[in-house]
């Protein structure tokens, strides 16, 4: 059963609620997912502070006219069914979340594009995003890039009092 006006309004509403509150959003064809499959990934995303919604193109149309990007988006060139996901917490971490799904799930859904920081993104910036390390294993890199100077300048540091206490080994052998 078709929408009325009315209905289409507080869904735009929403909508522009949704993207205003989001730190990113990727869009998705979810053409052959099953209903099962969509719940999944649904729990999926609401556990780590994401969102899957779909829309119909029109519908997601109005909304990205009504937000500032840098390069509106064609959404009539969208294949299938279209799919928002929202990100509320880390930006990077849905793409990621949809790169897993279509692991297991092949040829059942898709990156379409998505946005960031105000700039549409295509779907291989998306996917390329996706492939990016975790926020952690970035932070951990760094801290290790860090640590790095001062823990070889302990070690040798620590040589010369190795090599001391071999020198002194080495005479108590010799006297003994």
Same mark, same amino acid.
């Given at each position: 059963m078709?929408?009325?006006k009315q209905q289409k309004e507080i869904i735009l509403r929403d909508l522009d609620t949704k993207l205003a509150q989001s730190k990113a959003v990727v869009f998705a064809s979810f053409n052959n997912l099953t209903v099962r499959d969509t719940e999944e990934l649904r729990g999926q995303l609401l556990e780590e502070q994401g969102?899957?919604?779909?829309?119909?193109k029109t519908l997601l149309g109005r909304a990205l006219n009504n937000?500032?990007?840098?390069?509106?988006p064609n959404v009539r060139e969208f294949d299938g069914q279209?799919?928002?996901?929202?990100?509320?917490?880390?930006?990077v971490l849905p793409a990621k979340l949809l790169q897993k799904f279509q692991k297991t799930h092949e040829d059942k859904i898709a990156f379409l594009g998505g946005i960031l920081d105000g700039q549409f993104l295509s779907a291989a910036d998306?996917?390329?995003?996706?492939?990016?390390?975790?926020?952690?294993e970035l932070q951990a890199?760094?801290?290790?890039? &860090?640590?790095?100077?001062?823990? #070889?300048? /302990?070690? @040798? &540091?620590?040589?010369?009092?190795? #090599?001391? /206490?071999? @020198?002194l080994q080495a005479v108590a052998d010799q006297k003994a």
């Open positions: 078709p929408k009325t969102e899957f919604l779909a829309i119909k937000i500032q990007l840098t390069e509106q279209v799919a928002i996901i929202f990100a509320y917490g880390d930006q998306v996917q390329s995003l996706a492939n990016l390390p975790s926020k952690l890199r760094l801290v290790g890039a &860090l640590n790095a100077p001062v823990s #070889g300048f /302990v070690n @040798v &540091l620590a040589g010369n009092l190795r #090599g001391l /206490v071999t @020198v």
